[in-house]
């Protein structure tokens, strides 16, 4: 089977960097992905890792290490804004389809 | 351009009725998946549609069904409807190229069943 590992809340003030773990386990992987969910919105596409290493797009990183199914999202400079759900995902298995984690909840306090 | 439309936003249905949740993908964009999403876990996918044949289906039963259409619209259809079908259901498109495998997904269609 598929599964996916993240915290499921984060505190942290603004101005801050907070890193958001997710460990996985997949029968087949292509790939690591993060999205964001503010309440009551739509998940939106933040950062993608098919190779091991750091990805860099503005204030947020991602992370991937293959060898130990592990990657994180950093988010760097935290702004009240960034406060919402973050969900790694996984685009594995025989389909090549995207799994989510459950997600993990980001509250930014002034 | 428009994003990925989704209709109705809101439903509100009883158990044992049929359900038919529709999604316009964004232009150009073939592959639409549709995902359940349970308040406060993240999104379960459902099925996936490519060029109007099933690529893809998750762990949900056959009274969950769904088609593409020739214009790439896509609809989710639930039959018999249980309480635990309440959820926001989401529709995602993909372009045809792109290594990321971006997932661009619209704003939901919430579904409550009394």
């Known amino acids: 089977g598929q599964s996916l590992e993240q915290p499921s809340e984060v505190t942290a003030v603004e101005g801050a960097i907070v890193q958001i773990n997710c460990t996985y386990q997949t029968s087949g992987f292509y790939g690591l992905s993060w999205y964001q969910q503010h309440d009551g919105g739509a998940p939106t596409f933040l950062s993608y890792?098919?190779?091991?290493g750091l990805e860099e797009t503005g204030r947020f990183s991602s992370f991937l290490s293959r060898s130990d199914s592990y990657g994180y999202l950093l988010l760097q400079e935290l702004q009240m804004k960034d406060s919402a759900s973050y969900f790694c995902?996984?685009?594995?298995?025989?389909?090549?389809?995207?799994?989510f984690g459950k997600g993990t909840k980001l509250s930014v306090k002034p | 351009d428009a994003g990925v439309t989704q209709s109705p936003t809101h439903l509100i249905k009883t158990r044992g009725q049929h359900v038919t949740l529709r999604c316009s993908p964004i232009s150009g964009h073939k592959s639409v998946s549709w995902y359940q999403q349970v308040l406060g876990q993240g999104p379960q996918f459902i099925f996936q549609?490519?060029?109007?044949?099933?690529?893809g289906r998750g762990n949900f039963p056959d009274r969950f069904s769904a088609r593409q259409f020739p214009n790439y619209s896509s609809e989710l259809n639930v039959n018999a409807l249980l309480l635990g079908d309440s959820a926001l259901y989401l529709c995602?498109?993909?372009?045809?190229?792109?290594?990321?495998?971006?997932?661009?997904f619209g704003a939901g269609t919430r579904l409550s069943v009394l």
């Open positions: 995602a498109s993909r372009a045809d190229r792109g290594a990321k495998n971006i997932q661009y």
């Open positions: 549609y490519y060029e109007k044949e099933e690529r």
């Open positions: 890792n098919a190779l091991d």
């Open positions: 995902a996984v685009r594995g298995g025989s389909q090549g389809n995207l799994i």
